[in-house]
Antibody, heavy 124, light 108 residues
Framework: EVQLVASGGGLVQPGGSLRLSCAASGFTFSSYSMNWVRQAPGRGLEWVSY????????YYADSVKGRFTISRDNAKNSLYLQMNSLRAEDTAVYYC?????????????????WGKGTTVTVSS | EIVLTQSPATLSLSPGERATLSCRASQSVSSYLAWYQQKPGQAPRLLIY???NRATGIPARFSGSGSGTDFTLTISSLEPEDFAVYYCQQRSSWPPVTFGPGTKVDIK
């Protein structure tokens, strides 16, 4: 079964740091690009970051650029999001999501498998 | 940034009825638009990509159409499991991608 399981969320003070992880199983992780997408309480979806299958390129939303770092370890089938200088507006459920592959090409801007999400709360 | 608007905000229908959801872009996104379904407490699920291509495993009652700035997701006959929130997403300006605010389809 294709599965993504995000973890590492929690309560953190403004200005603090947190590292999210996403464990992948049931597919060849190293062949797929990956994304992080977040959803603030009662709100819609916001794309956060992308990393290609080979770790480059990486892209970020303007709202997190310079504060968040996406990475992956293909040997461990794992995706990460290092979040620094956290703000109240970063409070959200964070989903890891697999980029679509179509006809052998990366269409990673569309996301075809999603994990359950991990909750990040930034509050004093 | 390309802004997506969705209408209506809420659509109240009965099982078996046809649902028509709209997504409008602030500028042309060609056919680079996807639709996702999200149920309460669950992650989103990709339904349609590139405006009209059904994702793997998506039932044929879901169809997408449109190009440029105006797009439609149609559910031909609502099943009980289809009551959810639906988001459109564009990738024309990649990176980033942007999502619409969502349309909630609830039971009348």
């Amino acid at each position: 079964e294709v599965q993504l399981v995000a973890s590492g969320g929690g309560l953190v003070q403004p200005g603090g740091s947190l590292r999210l992880s996403c464990a992948a199983s049931g597919f060849t992780f190293s062949s797929y690009s990956m994304n992080w997408v977040r959803q603030a309480p009662g709100r819609g979806l916001e794309w956060v970051s992308y990393i290609s299958s080979s770790r480059s390129p990486m892209y970020y939303a303007d709202s997190v650029k310079g504060r968040f770092t996406i990475s992956r370890d293909n040997a461990k089938n794992s995706l990460y999001l290092q979040m620094n200088s956290l703000r109240a507006e970063d409070t959200a459920v964070y989903y890891c999501a697999r980029g679509l592959r179509y006809s052998g090409y990366d269409w990673g801007y569309y996301m075809d498998v999603w994990g359950k999400g991990t909750t990040v709360t930034v509050s004093s | 940034e390309i802004v997506l608007t969705q209408s209506p905000a809420t659509l109240s229908l009965s099982p078996g009825e046809r649902a028509t959801l709209s997504c409008r872009a602030s500028q042309s996104v060609s056919s680079y638009l996807a639709w996702y379904q999200q149920k309460p407490g669950q992650a989103p699920r990709l339904l349609i990509y590139d405006a009209s291509n059904r994702a793997t495993g998506i039932p044929a009652r879901f169809s997408g159409s449109g190009s440029g700035t105006d797009f439609t997701l149609t559910i031909s006959s609502l099943e009980p499991e289809d009551f959810a929130v639906y988001y459109c997403q564009q990738r024309s300006s990649w990176p980033p991608v942007t999502f619409g605010p969502g349309t909630k389809v609830d039971i009348k």
